[in-house]
């Protein structure tokens, strides 16, 4: 579902396999709403492409959806 509802916000696929690897990488999460380094720095780098034009959403809607949807993910 994450998959999905990233795909259809306009995420590539190369983007989608490191979010994959990044959530592989940290595990779930001890603390609900906080996400692992790897994660983060996913994110981070997310934002940063959505402020630079690179993804086709705003940056505070992409905020708003990343965590969203990644905290759906993990059942926060």
Known sequence: ELEKVLSSAGLEPKALAELKD???GDGVPKV???YGKNVSRWMGKMLSKAASGGWRIA???AGS???KAIGAY???
């Open 74 to 76: 993990y059942g926060f």
């Open 22 to 24: 990044a959530i592989a």
């Open 65 to 67: 959806l990343l965590a």
């Open 32 to 34: 609900a709403g906080t």
């Open 59 to 61: 940056t505070g809607a």
